[in-house]
């Protein structure tokens, strides 16, 4: 089987649980693609999911299908309280002031020279002299006691509650900009600063996602609201798109994510 039929065997055996216990189950850790793929699944199937990663605007989440008789409310912050159904966890590994400073590399290699998979790690946040890492809960036990170091670089690792996490500091820019049109291939142009050609090819190449779906077509709508990523440029979401311009071009007022 390929990737993707991978991972949608794996998602409808955790779906197919779910239904039949009646109880909250959860996959692996996913990128883009695979979360683009799931949430394609989930609407496919009709299934009831919360994507979470830990915190607020993750990029690396698991897919938890929720039962239909958990009120709606209850989600993400179910996620929080530490009990046993909590899908991802958090440790923190220190190192002493003076070390080699450890980046995401270097904490990441570390942890698959372990034979820790990608698919049981979440995101990574390097602090300066510590790095907040969101596991699946079955590797915390395993991080505490094998995870002596990286590199040459000792290191002490704990859990940590969710809330403990240190945040990375998000740069919002506001945008202002004019497009031909909320084509998906404009707007890229317009928030990347790309040529059509090159914003074409970015779609082509599976590297682009519309509120967390791969995007195939350079001429899908846009509208306000959506998210959009672009693989190795970053983040940015529409805000308005209600004016236009003295030569008739659409004004586009957007959030880019630093």
């Known amino acids: 089987m390929n990737e993707k039929d991978v991972l ?28 683009s793929e799931a949430k394609r699944f989930c609407a496919a199937e009709k299934a009831r999911a919360v994507f979470f990663g830990g915190y607020e605007n993750a990029e690396r989440v698991i897919c938890a299908f929720i039962p239909d008789f958990y009120p709606d409310e209850m989600f993400p912050s179910y996620f929080f309280d530490g009990g046993e159904d909590q899908p991802v966890r958090a440790v923190r590994c220190t190192w002493a002031q003076g070390s080699p400073k450890l980046s995401h590399r270097d904490i990441l290699g570390s942890m698959l020279a372990l034979g820790i998979t990608r698919e049981a790690t979440g995101d990574i946040l390097v602090s300066e002299c510590s790095a907040d890492i969101f596991v699946l809960p079955q590797m915390v036990d395993f991080l505490i006691s094998h995870y002596e170091k990286a590199g040459r670089v000792p290191l002490s690792v704990r859990e940590i509650p969710l809330s403990e996490v240190i945040l990375p500091e998000v740069n919002i820019e506001r945008m202002r900009d004019t497009v031909a049109s909320m084509r998906l291939d404009c707007v890229l142009s317009a928030i990347y600063s790309l040529s059509r050609s090159k914003a074409e090819e970015a779609v082509s190449a599976g590297i682009t996602f519309v509120n967390d779906i791969k995007a195939s077509k350079p001429d899908a709508p846009i509208k306000d609201g959506d998210k959009i990523v672009l693989r190795g440029m970053g983040k940015a979401k529409i805000i308005s798109s209600d004016g236009i311009s003295k030569r008739g071009r659409v004004v586009i007022i957007f959030d880019r994510y630093r």
Not at 23 to 29: G, Y
């Open 8 to 35: 949608v065997s794996h998602l409808s055996d955790k779906l197919r649980y779910c239904r039949e216990r009646d109880c909250i189950q959860s996959t692996h850790f996913l990128d883009a693609a695979s979360l």
